[in-house]
């Protein structure tokens, strides 16, 4: 979190850009996994969040006003949890489990779709870009084997990138390079907002799993192994895990750990990515 401050003071402009670009994606990440929740709640018996009106993919039922402050000052933020009665459930622990998996599920479905348009876009603008050699010129990008890889050549500032590399960061590398060199700055932008869209529904599918209340990992593990009576932790549980928690986020402890799950990954994804392509004939 004071990374993204010191950033914000050293490159305001260039944050602002960030902000507009990350939080749709954000916000609708955050919705369609709260709106997973009640969707699946209705689905066994407990219609609470419908009658409330959270049963919808509109930011605007699910945003929580300190959380979406947080999420823009600091990058971390939260919705406003789905309510939920367990006495309304046919079988309590076992729908109590359908609803606590319901909103990481979505995550991941969200976050694969996202892999698979990206891997379309990206396929579609490698086709475009010209095939070269170090003395191509009036061409803003081209294609080439440099150093014995497969690369995209930037004649302007006389620099490469390797494709692979752009695969293996789907979400983040390939606006920039590739798809606003190709297509334009609109869609380079638009392609932006889904990468972050995408990296969002991995992050909150991986958080979430973790096994501390109120997360959903904790109803996972309750329901699956501890089996205690109660399906919700205690108030005083809950408070001092949910302290815990905020120290193990502002300190960048869960970061780490996310960041380091999320590269290996992306280097799966880009793995396979590149096998798609290479199918059909692009790399």
């Not at 507009?20 to 009640?38: N, T």
């Not at 590398?173 to 969002?200: D, H, R, W």
């Not at 990954?265 to 790399?283: E, K, W």
Request: glycine share 8%.
């Amino acid at each position: 979190m004071i990374s993204y401050i010191d950033e914000f003071f050293r490159d305001p402009k260039g944050m602002l850009v960030f902000f507009l670009l990350a939080f749709p994606g954000r916000i609708l990440a955050l919705s369609v996994h709260e709106f997973a929740h009640a969707w699946m709640a209705n689905r066994c018996g407990d219609p609470t969040a419908k009658m409330m009106g959270r049963m919808t993919i509109n930011p605007l039922k699910h945003l929580d006003p300190l959380g979406t402050v947080l999420m823009l000052v600091v990058g971390f933020g939260w919705a406003k949890p789905v309510p939920v009665n367990p006495r309304n459930f046919r079988d309590p622990r076992r729908d109590d489990l359908k609803v606590s998996l319901a909103g990481v599920t979505m995550n991941l479905i969200m976050f694969l779709l996202s892999l698979v348009v990206m891997t379309a876009v990206v396929g579609l603008a490698l086709g475009r870009v010209p095939a070269g050699n170090l003395t191509t010129t009036g061409v803003n990008v081209f294609r080439m084997n440099y150093q014995g890889t497969d690369a995209l050549i930037f004649p302007a500032d006389n620099t490469y990138v390797p494709v692979m590399q752009l695969l293996r960061n789907l979400p983040y590398y390939p606006g920039e390079a590739l798809i606003k060199p190709v297509f334009g700055s609109v869609a380079g932008n638009l392609y932006q907002m889904l990468g972050y869209f995408c990296m969002t529904n991995l992050v909150l599918c991986l958080f979430n799993l973790l096994p501390i209340p109120p997360l959903d990992g904790y109803h996972v593990l309750n329901d699956l192994i501890l089996r205690k009576n109660q399906l919700f932790a205690n108030p005083q549980t809950a408070r001092i895990a949910s302290t815990v928690l905020f120290l193990l986020v502002i300190t960048g402890v869960v970061g780490r750990a996310i960041g380091w799950l999320d590269t290996r990954i992306l280097t799966g994804a880009g793995n396979i990515a590149a096998a798609v392509l290479r199918a059909f004939g692009v790399m």
